[in-house]
C-alpha cells in the first residue's frame, strides 16, 4: 500500500498475557519510530531503527516491552506480561532517511494499534 | 537531548476567530520543527515544517507557523478557524546533525472550535 500500515487495528488482550503489534512501512523507507500515545499523555518516544544501525531503545518503558525489524522492513513490537497501564495506542512512523537532508525529514504515521488490556 | 513544551493543553475558540496554539523547544543543537494534526479518530499527518530559510512557514488548511530562534518557539496560527480544525495539534522537533535521530514531540494541544 502507499501508507504505513500497522495490524492489527484494535487488540484486547488479558493481563498477563503477550502481544505482537505489527507494522509495515512505507517501502524504501530506511527509518522507523515506534510511538504511544496514551490519554491525555501525548506521544511517547518507545524506540527508532535506522538502516542498519543499532536501534534507540531509550523510550522502551521495561524491559517487557521489545522490538525488532527484520529485512529493514516490517517492525514488530512485543509486550510480555501486558498491564493494565500498557493500554494506549501504538503508533508507528516511517521516514526516507535521517540526517542533515532536509527533503527526508518528514514522518509518515500509520493509523495505529489501540491495545487494551483488561 | 531535545524537549518541546506546548503550553495549553486545551484551546477552546469560536468558528471564524483567530488561534494561535504554542510551542517551546529546547535544545544545544539546531533543529528541524513540525506541526502534526491528529483529526478524530485519525492518524497524525503532518501539518507543516520548518527547515531553513524564511522563518514565517505555510502549511495545509490555511495554517502557518513562525520560527523565532531567539525565544526557541514555533507558534502555530490561523486567522480564522473552521469547525473542521477541530483536532489534536502536536509540535515536534528533531536535530539537524546526521545519524540516529529521533522525532520529540510535545504533549499536544486539543483545539476545539465552538459554534
Known amino acids: 500500500g502507499a501508507g504505513v500500515s500497522q495490524s492489527p487495528s484494535n487488540k484486547v488482550t488479558e493481563k498477563g498475557k503477550d502481544v505482537e503489534l505489527r507494522c509495515d512501512p512505507i517501502?524504501?523507507?530506511?527509518?522507523l519510530y515506534w510511538y504511544r500515545q496514551s490519554l491525555g499523555q501525548g506521544l511517547e518516544f518507545l524506540i527508532y531503527f535506522q538502516g542498519n544501525s543499532a536501534p534507540d531503545k531509550s523510550g522502551l518503558p521495561s524491559d517487557r516491552f521489545s522490538a525488532e525489524r527484520t529485512g529493514g522492513s516490517v517492525s514488530t513490537l512485543t509486550i510480555q506480561r501486558t498491564q493494565q497501564e500498557d493500554s494506549a495506542v501504538y503508533l508507528c512512523?516511517?521516514?526516507?532517511?535521517?540526517?542533515?537532508?532536509?527533503?527526508?525529514?518528514?514522518?509518515?504515521f500509520g493509523q495505529g494499534t489501540r491495545l487494551t488490556v483488561v | 537531548a531535545q524537549s518541546v513544551t506546548q503550553l495549553d493543553s486545551q484551546v477552546p475558540v469560536f468558528e471564524e476567530a483567530p488561534v494561535e496554539l504554542r510551542c517551546n523547544y529546547s535544545?544545544?543543537?539546531?533543529?528541524?520543527l513540525f506541526w502534526y494534526v491528529q483529526y478524530p479518530n485519525q492518524g497524525l499527518q503532518l501539518l507543516l515544517k520548518y527547515l531553513s530559510g524564511s522563518t514565517l512557514v505555510k502549511g495545509i488548511n490555511g495554517f502557518e507557523a513562525e520560527f523565532n530562534k531567539s525565544q526557541t518557539s514555533f507558534h502555530l496560527r490561523k486567522p480564522s478557524v473552521h469547525i473542521s480544525d477541530t483536532a489534536e495539534y502536536f509540535c515536534a522537533v528533531r536535530p539537524l546533525s546526521a545519524g540516529a535521530q529521533k522525532l520529540v514531540f510535545g504533549q499536544g494541544t486539543r483545539l476545539t472550535i465552538n459554534p
Open positions: 535544545s544545544s543543537v539546531s533543529v528541524y
Open positions: 517501502s524504501g523507507h530506511t527509518a
Open positions: 512512523a516511517s521516514s526516507p532517511s535521517t540526517g542533515n537532508q532536509p527533503m527526508n525529514t518528514e514522518a509518515f
